[in-house]
Structure formats: structure tokens, C-alpha cells
């Protein structure tokens, strides 16, 4: 201390030159913040593989729809014209932005009619030929009179089972004329395609920003109809809907945490110098954890949507240090010591404890670090360097800060820190052992109880509950919605990337073949290939396509109902289609069919498009592993050729695997978090009584933290999972600071135990759930969840830690007892509260 004390001027110098560039690297991460949800697995994992080969071979593929809700069927050319006068503006986007706009399908439906005989499957053309010749042969048995039963009906010529095949994939079946609307919806949709493949929210964003701005320079949707209201949707608008409400969230609960921490801890200490005490070592401290992790061998050049908010996590948990050091300090000015001899008092009084919290709450977030799921890993490394910056620098440069900040009339009020409040828990904790005791061991034993059945279904699969609250009811789900009504299908595909149109074939014929029955059977709504517009087999089907013609004689065609003939039209072309068409060239087809089959360098043919059936089963996790684990099964076909199995890239991929590594990684991150808390415990109090007291404390507070969570319905997230290796390290913190100080006192006073740390150990914890509880106003859903656990993990610790532990010591160490030695400390913070340390002046007595 007297060292500090001597060199402090230095010390802060060097801290603050060190600062300097430590905030430069800081910056720069947080510049380089991305949003991209495969920037939270590890660049190996099979989906990030797949997505990074997508974005390299292939632009577009992702959507923002613009859906116009027009009000009636009456009002819905003032919407078309709406969105005419939009996309023009749009269309002038830069092509790295916008590849296309799309208001309609005229295109891509006269090229379906024209070829529609080409497009379809060769056994279908042949199921519809035997069909007319089974009529026609029934017309000539009953004109012969040959007929072996004279009142057999004749065979329908109904093509429904056909059409129906080929639904939503030769033009918008129920949509009105050449346009995305509906008349009897009054809806019309226009469509813009970006022009790369990305999970970026920032991208969307930015999209976004520019379309509203030109919203406005129409005058909005009003000018062209009073009361039209406009709805954005897609993959584009989920990105952009997410991260806004993360932004909000994070900004107003920084906001919250910033005014309540501060009014807490000037409240608390009575001395407006407490806050800067506190923390400016603390955010030298968050700017040397972010600076250092930036640095090999850790290497983080880019914070993700997990580590974007670390850096309150971190001030919340870090504060802990400072806050039990200045209530150690402040309780002995209290006492009228010199500030050298309170500053003594307070470092060597709570170094120990302190640095066990510090170790504690360190290894449960390096225990992220084993996970491969990477937004924890980043997580663990910045909030474990963190933990460590913020004990050292308490250590190192609050002592000269004090010992300037606490002069003359500046010096802190002259006041008990621990207040009333510990002082009636001292006392009940005394008076009424046995009942808190009894009360415990009954919460337990229900916990237990509860928490028998925890399992995988406990785990949170239906990532629609992890949305921000409102978009059910008026933002992209509520839209997205509707618009998957309109059009009657997903926009974006999920892809399978092979290596030659070989082995495209070979994984087409294996999907098409897969699709037929479970698990894939009802899943798919239709699978595309470049085969499928330029077809290989053009000229059998044209042959056939002959003969069916041939056989459509007038009576044929006269004998068919309109709808049906209707039907049988879009499959084999009109009447006045010409019967020897040019065989399709690649050329010529609209450049919508090959989105998607078409490669920036021009190659075709690779890639097999994946349509999934609308459905709201696509939010749940099960649907999502059980689907890509069979695209995976499929994709495997190329190995029958010598090649390597294709890839599977797109949104779900990317979600299965965030579960599989949920599944595999959290367990191995909660155990590792544990076992390392327990060998901390275990080099500080070494293999004394204390130990059992302090990891029982957590193990209790955990438990009951995990049973209520069961009991009330809360599953478990790769958003709030975060919050059980947190509260092993921060919980622990609790029970440590108060059993050292229990032993400090010689193992005799429980009371003085409690009311001198238990002040102090309550500030922490109030301090750090008012960061969690900040998060209780998130409109995301999952940040709203991790700070409830975070909270009640906080209230479970902090009850165990200050009642529950207290009132164990008082019926298994009475007052009367001798000290233990194997409790026995060694160092100048044995003294006594009354005593001064080995080697300090005597304080002056204050009248």
C-alpha cells in the first residue's frame, strides 16, 4: 500500500499512456461490429463454410418485401402505383446494394407459358397422354358399341393432382393479372433483392434507412390513398427489425444502469467522491480487457451481437472489487483512522477475499472459452481479461485516487456503510438460526424436487420466442405473415452447393426421391434445379408433347371442363402455342428463373434451390435440425460420383448448428465454469471448514436460481444460458467476501460478519442486477430473458450468501467457540477492527 501510495502520480500516468491506445483498439472493435448471425459459430462449423462459398459464388437469393396493406379492393391501384413510383427510385440503388426490383411476374410467366410443355416433368407429360388416350378409348369402345360394361362413366380428364404439383412454380396462381397483389386482401407486394448473400443486420439497415427516405420524398403511402399502411418483410427485414431492438434495448438499459448505479453508490457511501473512486480505475480496466483481447494470441479483431454489451457486463461485475475495498475504507475512517491507516485497513482487509472473487468470477468466464460456439468464446476471453484488469487496478490505482480524493471537507461523511438494513438481517440471522436454517433446507428439498426432471426439454427450440415482443402484432411477423399468405410460399431458398452439374443431378434425384416421405415429406414446396429450365431431355418431352397434342381432338378438348381445360393449358401450353418451338437456350431465360443457379462467373448448373412450405413449425428447432440433418443426408450423393458432399447453406443451417453447439457446448461450459469456482474456492481457503461453507452456498443459490426458472416455464436459450456460468462466478463472490471476513474476525462474530461486509456485499449485488433488470424493459425477448435469470440468480446467491450462510456458521460455530486454526489467516488483516496493522502509525483520536 505505501508503495502505491508513493508512486501513485506514476502509476496513473502509465495507466492513463497505456489507456490511450487501449481505447484506439476499442474503438476499432466496436467499429468493426458484426452483425452477421454466423459470426457467433466457429469459421469451421459447416453452415458459416457453406454460407461463406454461397457468398463468393452467388449474389441475391435474400428479399425485402414491401407489402401494402391498401385498406380495399377498391383502393388497390393507388398501391400499385405507390410502389411503381418506388421502384423506379430503387432500381437507381447501387448493384451492390439492389440487384433487382420486382413489382410482378410478367416475365418469368410468359416464358413459363410459352415453354410450358418443356418445364414440366417427362413421367407427368406421360401420365397426362395416357390419361387422353384412355378417354379416347373409352369415346371409340362406346361409339362401336364395344363397351364390356354399358354404364362404365368415363374416365375424367382432371389434371388437378398435376397442377397442383407444379403450384407456385409456373406463376402466382391466386395473385391478380401480372402483379403480387390480391383484390379481395387488398394487398400488393413489391419485392427488392439485394445484390449478395448476407446475414449482416447493419446491411439491412442501411436498405432500409434508404427506401424510407424515399418513402418520404413520395409524400408516403397517404399521398396516394389516405390510410394505406406499408409493412417491410423477409429475411432482410427480420435482420434490421433484430438488431434495432438490441440497439434500443442496450442503449436505454445503459442509460438505466448509469443513473441508478451511481445514485445507488452515492446513497450508499454518503460521499459524491465514491463515483469517481470507483470508476475511473474501472474503465482504465474495461480498456485494457477489449485492448488486450484485440492482441495475440487472442486475436478478436470483431465484436458480435453477443460481446457488443460486455462492456457493461463487465463495469456491472467489476465494480464488486472496488466497492468492498472503499467499504472497508470508509468503515475505518469511520473509525477515525488516518487515510494511510484506513487505506491499510481496506487493502489488506480485503485483498484475499477479493481476489478469490476476482479468480472465481475470472474462470467462469474463461470457461466459455471451451465452447465452440463463438460469440461465448469472445465473450469468455474479454469478460475473464476483464475480471482480472478490474482487481488489479483496484488494487494498484484506487489507493492513491482515495488518498487524493479524501481531503478536508471532501472527506466521506462520518457514518455506518452497512446501514439498518444489515443490521436487523445481523440480528435476525442470531435470534432465529434454527428457522432460517429449517426455512432453507425445505426450499432445497423442493428445488431438488423440482429441478429431477431438467433435460433436453428444458432447452428453448422455438426461436419464435426470442423475438423482439411487438413483431407478432405490428412489426415483420405480422407482415411476414401475410405476405407468405399472398404468395403461398418462402421467398428464400436454402441451397445445396456442389462441385459439377453431375453431382447437382445426383443430389436432385436423391432430394426428389427423399421428399416423397418423412422426414422431408410436407417440408418441401418445391425443389429447383438448372435442369428444371433448361431442361436435358427438351426433345423426348417435345415428342411427347406431340402426341398429346395430336390426341386432343375437338371432341377431346370439347369434353373438358373449362376449369380443367384451364388446368391442362398451363401444364402442356395453349391451343396457340406453336407445336415446334426453339429449344430454350440459357440465354434467353429471365434472369429471375436462374437466381440462384446462375454464378458470378457465369457457370450454371451447380446448385439445387430448396423452397420450405410456410409454415410457423419453422421456428421450432426440432423442425429446423430435423430438416438440414436430411438436406446433409442428400447432400451426400456426390460421394457415389468421387466428389465431396455438397454443402448446405442458408438460415437454417445456420440456426442447427447454433443448436447442436447449444446442445453440445453448454453443458461442457457449466461444468467447466463449476469445477473451476470450486478449485478457486479450494487455493484460497485451501481445505479448511470453509471451503464446504462457501461452494454449499452456491450450490444452494443455484439450485433454487434453476428450480425457479422450471417452475416458472422459462427455457433455456443461447441468449440467457450465458447467465449460469455468470452466476457461478459472481454468485461465489458473495459468500467468499463474507466468510473472509468471518475469519478475518477469527471465526467468533457472524454479527460483525454480516453487518461490516454484508453493506457492502448488498451494494454488489444491488449494483449488478441493476445492470440485469435493464435488460427486464428489452423489447427483445431474449435479452428480457437472460436479465430475469441474471436477477434471479443474483437474489438466490445474495439470500444464501448473507441469511442463509450466517445462520449455518452461528448453529455449527456459536460465538463461544475457540478460533480454528485451519480458519487462521495470515497477514496484517488478522487485527482486530480496533487494532492497527503491524507497521502503521497510530491513528489521531478525533474529538
Not at 482515495?402 to 440480528?427: E, I, K, N, Q
Not at 452439374?501 to 443430389?507: L, T
Not at 463472490?733 to 478475518?744: G, H, I, T
Amino acid at each position: 500500500m505505501a508503495w502505491t501510495l508513493r508512486h501513485g502520480k506514476l502509476l496513473w500516468v502509465v495507466a492513463l499512456l497505456l489507456a490511450i491506445p487501449a481505447a484506439w483498439r476499442t474503438t476499432t472493435l466496436y467499429r468493426h461490429l458484426r452483425s452477421d448471425v454466423e459470426e457467433l459459430l466457429p469459421r469451421d462449423a459447416p453452415s458459416v463454410v457453406a454460407i461463406e462459398e454461397l457468398r463468393h459464388r452467388m449474389s441475391g437469393l435474400q428479399y425485402l418485401g414491401l407489402l401494402v396493406d391498401t385498406g380495399g379492393p377498391e383502393r388497390l391501384p393507388a398501391g400499385e402505383r405507390f410502389l411503381d413510383d418506388l421502384a423506379a427510385r430503387i432500381r437507381r440503388y447501387p448493384r451492390a446494394e439492389v440487384s433487382d426490383v420486382r413489382t410482378g411476374f410478367a416475365s418469368e410467366r410468359a416464358f413459363v407459358e410459352k415453354h410450358a410443355g418443356s418445364l414440366i416433368a417427362l413421367e407427368d407429360l406421360k401420365i397426362v397422354r395416357q390419361r387422353i388416350e384412355d378417354r379416347l378409348h373409352w369415346e371409340y369402345a362406346k361409339k362401336t358399341d364395344t363397351l364390356l360394361d354399358a354404364n362404365e362413366p368415363a374416365p375424367p380428364l382432371d389434371f388437378s393432382d398435376i397442377d397442383r404439383k407444379y403450384a407456385g412454380q409456373l406463376g402466382g396462381r391466386d395473385l391478380e393479372g401480372n402483379r403480387f397483389s390480391n383484390r379481395r386482401m387488398g394487398l400488393t407486394l413489391m419485392l427488392v433483392e439485394v445484390g449478395g448473400f448476407s446475414t449482416s443486420a447493419a446491411q439491412a439497415a442501411t436498405l432500409i434507412r434508404h427506401v424510407k427516405d424515399d418513402m418520404r420524398a413520395l409524400g408516403g403511402p397517404d399521398h396516394y390513398a389516405p390510410g394505406m399502411r406499408v409493412g417491410f418483410t423477409g429475411d432482410v427485414a427480420i435482420a434490421a427489425e433484430e438488431m434495432a431492438a438490441l440497439v434500443q434495448d442496450l442503449t436505454l438499459s445503459s442509460v438505466l444502469v448509469v443513473v441508478a448505479v451511481l445514485l445507488a453508490i452515492v446513497l450508499f457511501y454518503g460521499w459524491p467522491r465514491s463515483v469517481p473512486a470507483l470508476f475511473l480505475p474501472l474503465a482504465v480496466a474495461v480498456l485494457y480487457a477489449f485492448g488486450l483481447a484485440s492482441l495475440p494470441p487472442f486475436g478478436i479483431t470483431e465484436l458480435n451481437s453477443n460481446t457488443a454489451f460486455l462492456g457493461s457486463i463487465i463495469v456491472g461485475n467489476g465494480i464488486n472489487f472496488g466497492i468492498i475495498q472503499l467499504a472497508r475504507y470508509v468503515e475505518a475512517r469511520r473509525r477515525g483512522q488516518t487515510v494511510e491507516l484506513a487505506l491499510a485497513t481496506a487493502l489488506w482487509g480485503t485483498r484475499k477475499g477479493t481476489l478469490s472473487a476476482a479468480l472465481a468470477a475470472g474462470v467462469a468466464y474463461a470457461s466459455l472459452v471451451a465452447m465452440q460456439f463463438r460469440g461465448f468464446r469472445q465473450f469468455g476471453v474479454i469478460g475473464g481479461l476483464g475480471m482480472a484488469f478490474a482487481w488489479g487496478t483496484t488494487f494498484l490505482l484506487m489507493p492513491p485516487l482515495l488518498a487524493w480524493l479524501d481531503r478536508g471537507r471532501y472527506a466521506p461523511r462520518v457514518r455506518r456503510v452497512s446501514g439498518r438494513f444489515m443490521g436487523a438481517v445481523a440480528r435476525l440471522v442470531t435470534a432465529r438460526p434454527r428457522l432460517l436454517v429449517g426455512g432453507a433446507i425445505l426450499l432445497t428439498l423442493l428445488a431438488v424436487w423440482e429441478v429431477r426432471g431438467f433435460g433436453r426439454d428444458q432447452l428453448e427450440y422455438d426461436f419464435s420466442r426470442l423475438r423482439r415482443r411487438d413483431t407478432w402484432a405490428s412489426g415483420e411477423g405480422h407482415w411476414g405473415k401475410r405476405m407468405d399468405t399472398l404468395l403461398g410460399r418462402y421467398l428464400t431458398p436454402t441451397v445445396i452447393l456442389t462441385d459439377s452439374e453431375a453431382e447437382a443431378r445426383a443430389v436432385t434425384a436423391r432430394l426428389r426421391a427423399e421428399a416423397t416421405h418423412a422426414p422431408l415429406a410436407g417440408m418441401i414446396a418445391s425443389i429447383r434445379s438448372y435442369d428444371d429450365v433448361v431442361p436435358p431431355d427438351e426433345a423426348e418431352k417435345k415428342a411427347e408433347l406431340a402426341i398429346v397434342r395430336r390426341k386432343m381432338t375437338p371432341n377431346v378438348r370439347s369434353s373438358i371442363a373449362p376449369v380443367d381445360r384451364e388446368k391442362l393449358n398451363r401444364l402442356i401450353g395453349p391451343e396457340d402455342v406453336p407445336a415446334t418451338l426453339p429449344p430454350i437456350r440459357a440465354e434467353a431465360l429471365p434472369d429471375v428463373l436462374t437466381r440462384g443457379l446462375r454464378e458470378r462467373d457465369g457457370t450454371v448448373g451447380r446448385t439445387v434451390l430448396i423452397y420450405p412450405n410456410p409454415a410457423n413449425s419453422w421456428w421450432r428447432g426440432e423442425t429446423i435440425t430435423t430438416f438440414v440433418g436430411a438436406l446433409r443426408a442428400v447432400a451426400d450423393a456426390p460421394r457415389t460420383l468421387g466428389g465431396r458432399p455438397g454443402r448446405v447453406a442458408g438460415g437454417p443451417a445456420l440456426s442447427a448448428d447454433i443448436i447442436t453447439s447449444m446442445t453440445r457446448d453448454g453443458p461442457l461450459a457449466s461444468g467447466l465454469a463449476f469445477a473451476g469456482v470450486v478449485a478457486t474456492v479450494l487455493l484460497i481457503f485451501r481445505r479448511g471448514l470453509a471451503t464446504p461453507f462457501v461452494i454449499g452456498s452456491l450450490v444452494v443459490g443455484v439450485l433454487w436460481l434453476l428450480a425457479l426458472t422450471m417452475r416458472l416455464g422459462i427455457k433455456i436459450n443461447f441468449v440467457n444460458f450465458i447467465a449460469f456460468p455468470i452466476t457461478f462466478g459472481i454468485g461465489v463472490d458473495y459468500a467468499v467476501n463474507v466468510m473472509a471476513r468471518y475469519l478475518r474476525d477469527g471465526a467468533r462474530d457472524v454479527t460483525a460478519a454480516v453487518r461490516g461486509t454484508g453493506g457492502a456485499v448488498g451494494l454488489c449485488s444491488l449494483t449488478t442486477s441493476i445492470g440485469y433488470s435493464s435488460l427486464l424493459v428489452a423489447k427483445n425477448v431474449g435479452l428480457f430473458l437472460f436479465g430475469l435469470l441474471a436477477v434471479f440468480g443474483e437474489v438466490a446467491c445474495l439470500t444464501t450468501a448473507v441469511v442463509v450462510l450466517p445462520a449455518v456458521l452461528t448453529l455449527v460455530r456459536p460465538p463461544s467457540s475457540p478460533t480454528l486454526p485451519a480458519f487462521e489467516w495470515n497477514g496484517p488483516e488478522s487485527a482486530t477492527p480496533d487494532e492497527p496493522l503491524p507497521g502503521t502509525p497510530q491513528p489521531e483520536v478525533v474529538s
